[in-house]
């Protein structure tokens, strides 16, 4: 009955003000995308026009597509070889999190033991720290070990920054289940082994799915880190759309590279909002 309430209340229509306020935000978040998708099909864009003088359909009559998808699906733009980089170095690396973070965010939430909080503190301090630092100290010794310029090399210093945003992530969702679950399967006869496949595992999927999600996007993000660790060897969506704006103008081809590396993540927050449901995410997060 009360749970009947609270979604009547939270159905209510919102006033003028209301609607105005939240169009003004999404404005706000949305806007720097227009003029991406109109660059993405200008062929000529110049300082202080408000749109386009030369469209792409005007320029180039026998053209299939606009210059910025010609530029990105052109064997010569380097962006296949980007996203395939960005995807796998992604993946591992949110496959490594998983490994780590699960174990470590089971503790976190159920244990108590001394220096908890400064271990928390400290897990907090790649947040914190300038990616510049980091990178900094890092190419210092990555250099020394062979590293700079690998696959390993990024992978490694893409784990810092991303393994504090799992841990955070699955220490709310064991937080928000709590014990009840697993002592009353226990108590009906499971095994361990049983408790965690059966029972743990169906109901962490959801707040695991959504810290996989948050930790590929952030590695996928990365630049500076893969900046320097890459030392123009290996090339991410990042370092590529750098080269392409490093001289101050902005042209089709960057536009392009622009969305490229932005639709994959609407893509991916999309698919996750349809795979979790509401209700179990509220539970993994505890609200």
């Not at 404005?27 to 386009?52: H, V």
């Not at 064991?174 to 009353?184: A, C, I, M, S």
């Not at 902005?250 to 509401?278: C, H, N, Q, W, Y």
Request: hydrophobic share 55%.
């Amino acid at each position: 009955m009360a749970r009947r309430q609270i979604k009547s209340a939270l159905n209510t229509r919102l006033s003028t003000f209301q609607k105005i306020y939240l169009l003004l935000i999404a404005g706000f978040i949305l806007g720097p995308f227009i003029p991406l998708i109109i660059q993405s099909f200008a062929f000529r864009w110049a300082w202080p026009d408000m749109l386009p003088s030369t469209w792409w359909l005007e320029q180039r009559e026998n053209a299939m597509l606009p210059l910025a998808w010609d530029y990105v699906i052109s064997p010569y733009s380097r962006v296949w070889e980007a996203t395939l980089n960005t995807i796998f170095i992604g993946t591992v690396v949110t496959a490594i999190c998983l490994v780590i973070c699960l174990p470590a965010a089971r503790v976190l939430a159920r244990e108590k033991f001394r220096g908890k909080a400064a271990f928390e503190f400290f897990l907090s301090m790649p947040l914190i720290v300038p990616e510049a630092a980091i990178g900094i100290a890092l190419l210092m010794i990555f250099i020394k070990l062979g590293l700079a310029g690998s696959y390993l090399g990024i992978i490694i210093v893409h784990l810092i920054p991303t393994i504090p945003y799992m841990i955070r992530m699955l220490t709310a969702v064991y937080q928000g289940l709590g014990r009840d679950f697993e002592e009353q399967a226990m108590i009906l006869g499971a095994t361990r082994g049983q408790v965690m496949r059966l029972v743990t595992l169906p109901m962490l999927l959801p707040g695991v799915v959504a810290g996989a999600l948050f930790t590929f996007l952030v590695s996928t993000n990365i630049f500076l880190l893969t900046f320097f660790m890459g030392q123009g060897q290996i090339i991410t969506l990042p370092t590529l759309l750098f080269s392409k704006i490093a001289g101050g103008t902005l042209d089709a081809s960057a536009a392009g590279i622009t969305l490229v590396v932005t639709i994959p993540g609407i893509i991916l927050l999309l698919i996750t909002e349809r795979f979790i449901k509401e209700e179990a995410f509220g539970k993994g997060f505890g609200n």
